[in-house]
């Protein structure tokens, strides 16, 4: 039964389909905090689009000092673009207490630095939790909309909102850095390749252990 399965039983399965993800998909710790704004609401292909305009090389302390409506139109094929310059201003000045400097962010301790993150104009907790996890070390669950479709078609009794979601997950899933970075990455690809809005059951991996799949199935018998 698909309720028997642990959430590391899961991760396992999906690691062994599709093998290590190495996210984030980006050049450097900071685009991919660049990143983590500019892909609310909008594809990666967008975001992509957004980061060549920014430059691959572009700094903190040069992306401070550049005017809100250069850098809204610079980021404007990642869409909302006003509001995710208004959005990567606040951020930056926030990060600017800490120098611009990663590591001295990596300092702080995992629940002080949360909350600073959930303070900063536009930073909700999936955006701060992926910015927590890919670039400041600090692991964690994701209770994204992939993770909370897959979830929820495997059968799993989950509560409905993030914060509930992702600390019911928490509770028994190892706190190790790598396992939560690939499980995220992992719960995204399958997501793209199975379990779509409208999911693709028949060679789906997780078919034996699903729900969603099993009824599907049993009903072709």
Same mark, same amino acid.
């Not at 399958?190 to 060679?203: A, F, M």
């Given at each position: ?30 685009? /991919?905090?660049?990143? @983590? ?8 292909? &967008?975001?992509?689009?957004? *980061? ?12 401070i000092q550049m005017e809100e409506a250069v850098l809204a139109e610079k980021i404007r094929p990642s869409g909302f673009y006003r509001m995710k310059a208004k959005k990567i201003k606040a951020w930056l000045h926030w990060f600017q207490k800490y120098s611009f400097h990663i590591k001295e962010v990596q300092k702080v301790d995992q ?19 992926? /910015?927590?996890?890919? @670039? ?8 994204? &909309?992939?993770?909370?479709? *897959? ?71």
């Amino acid at each position: 039964m698909a309720e028997k399965l642990s959430y590391t039983e899961l991760y396992r399965k999906l690691y062994q389909y599709y093998g290590p993800q190495e996210w984030w998909p980006s050049t450097s710790d900071f685009q /991919m905090l660049i990143s @983590a704004i500019l892909v609310q609401r909008t594809n990666w292909k &967008n975001v992509e689009l957004a *980061l060549t305009n920014l430059g691959e090389d572009i700094k903190a302390g040069e992306l401070i000092q550049m005017e809100e409506a250069v850098l809204a139109e610079k980021i404007r094929p990642s869409g909302f673009y006003r509001m995710k310059a208004k959005k990567i201003k606040a951020w930056l000045h926030w990060f600017q207490k800490y120098s611009f400097h990663i590591k001295e962010v990596q300092k702080v301790d995992q629940a002080v630095l949360r909350k600073e993150l959930l303070a900063i104009h536009g930073i909700g907790e999936e955006t701060a939790d992926a /910015m927590m996890l890919y @670039a400041f070390d600090k692991p964690g669950f994701i209770a994204d &909309n992939y993770a909370m479709r *897959l979830f929820d078609r495997i059968g799993y009794c989950l509560p409905k909102t993030y914060h509930a979601f992702k600390t019911e997950v928490e509770k028994t899933f190892p706190h190790d850095l790598e396992m939560h970075q690939e499980f995220h990455a992992l719960i995204v690809e399958h997501g793209k390749q199975y379990c779509k809005k409208t999911p693709l059951c028949e060679n789906c991996p997780l078919v034996s252990v699903c729900r969603m799949g099993s009824e599907k199935t049993n009903a072709l018998i």
